[in-house]
């Protein structure tokens, strides 16, 4: 670890070092892989699944699977998951045809060489390449607000410059096949970031809604019941469940850790002011590798950073808060109160990234600082008005609870590569 430490304290100090280090890496693995991959008869009925570099089961690649395994169409294919901890998810291998491998491995290795199908929510490293007569499905993880690879005009990324985080962005668009993409908005975005039509790749895009969104509207009341069991908020009376997810910051990391998260949140003033009525459930992004001790503030706090997949959290929630993290696009599906608690809104705005849309469009107010987040949470409106009505039909149009079952039309039984 501490070897780690100084090798990251130095790419971070010196760029030529960094793209040195990264390149003879991914040079190395990524012959390693083609060795496999060229001698490996391709399997189409073999689908390889993950979501965020194996970090969790979510999102829409697990929407999709999901929607595979009531499909008889797929009773004689095999789905492979890979996971950072395998050991986590080996209650996936009681359903049919699944297998669990751990992410980055020999094994790991194997199956994306036979793999007919790669489908995961986030870029795949680098040094895998698939063959021609395989399918690499991006579904990326979300509406883009803050702006994203060849968008960036400036960028304070203490891990990349704005040209390293454009190259990883061009290695991306030459390996997917398709793009998942929830609205027109979204889709033109996803064109320009990933600068498909440079590549000739602007048709590779499935604009179908969110799998990962159909179960906003399928999920019962017990499903709902079950989920605040399991996140131990079953037992809260008749207080409202306040949902706090912001996103993460390009600036704060630390060497052989990750990405940070500094909260700048008094919790102390906000139980103060909340708790009679409220609870908070807090989830960190998931790039953010530092823990958070909230025990001082148990009854109150419940962190579930740690549940896989956001969907929970949404549902058992009353309103969210966050600042930039695409979450709101989804949430607002469930049409219930949103709050933008942007403290650093310039600098984020200004240095950091960059938004694609005005905030004048969000779906509730931006507020600053602690007093005016307190006021925006106990006046917050229950029934959705017109500009936030007007937000889910330009944004959440095609999220209806049957992406999944589209996407997977779109992806196997219609003549698409054409």
């Known amino acids: 670890m501490k070897i780690k430490k100084i090798i990251m304290d130095i790419a971070k100090r010196n760029t030529t070092f960094r793209k040195f280090a990264r390149g003879a890496r991914d040079r190395f693995e990524r012959n390693k892989f083609v060795r496999i991959r060229d001698k490996t008869t391709t399997d189409n009925k073999l689908i390889y699944f993950q979501t965020f570099s194996g970090r969790s089961y979510g999102d829409s690649p697990k929407a999709i699977y999901k929607e595979m395994l009531k499909d008889d169409r797929f009773s004689d294919y095999c789905f492979v998951w890979s996971f950072l901890e395998p050991e986590k998810y080996s209650f996936l291998e009681n359903n049919r045809n699944t297998k669990v491998i751990s992410s980055k491995s020999e094994e790991e290795r194997k199956y994306l060489a036979r793999a007919g199908y790669w489908i995961s929510n986030y870029r795949m490293l680098d040094y895998y390449w698939p063959k021609k007569d395989q399918i690499y499905v991006q579904c990326w993880h979300g509406t883009p607000l803050k702006r994203l690879g060849y968008d960036l005009v400036k960028s304070d990324n203490v891990m990349n410059s704005i040209e390293e985080i454009r190259e990883k962005y061009r290695t991306d668009t030459e390996r997917f096949t398709y793009f998942l993409s929830p609205s027109a908005y979204a889709s033109d975005k996803f064109i320009s970031a990933w600068n498909m039509k440079a590549a000739g790749k602007e048709n590779a895009i499935i604009e179908e809604g969110y799998p990962r969104n159909d179960e906003l509207y399928t999920a019962t009341e017990d499903d709902i019941k079950a989920l605040k069991r399991e996140m131990g908020i079953d ?22 850790v990750g990405y940070t998260y500094q909260l700048n949140v008094d919790f102390d003033y906000l139980r103060e002011k909340l708790s009679d009525d409220y609870i908070i459930l807090f989830r960190a992004h998931y790039l953010v590798a530092n823990n958070f001790d909230f025990e001082k503030y148990k009854g109150f706090v419940y962190n579930v950073s740690d549940h896989d997949d956001v969907n929970g959290a949404f549902l058992v929630s009353d309103m969210l808060v966050t600042d930039y993290s695409s979450v709101f696009f989804d949430y607002a599906n469930l049409r219930r109160p949103e709050i933008f608690y942007m403290y650093d809104m310039e600098e984020y705005r200004d240095s950091l990234r960059g938004f694609y849309i005005s905030t004048d469009e969000l779906p509730g107010p931006i507020v600053k600082n602690e007093s005016a987040l307190v006021d925006a949470i106990k006046s917050a409106k229950t029934t959705p008005d017109a500009k936030y009505e007007a937000f889910v039909k330009k944004y959440d149009y095609k999220d209806d609870g049957h992406a999944a079952e589209r996407v997977i039309e779109k992806l196997f039984f219609e003549d698409s590569r054409e």
């Open 235 to 256: 037992d809260i009376g008749n207080k409202k469940v306040i949902l706090y997810a912001p996103t993460w910051r390009d600036n704060q990391h630390v060497s052989g």
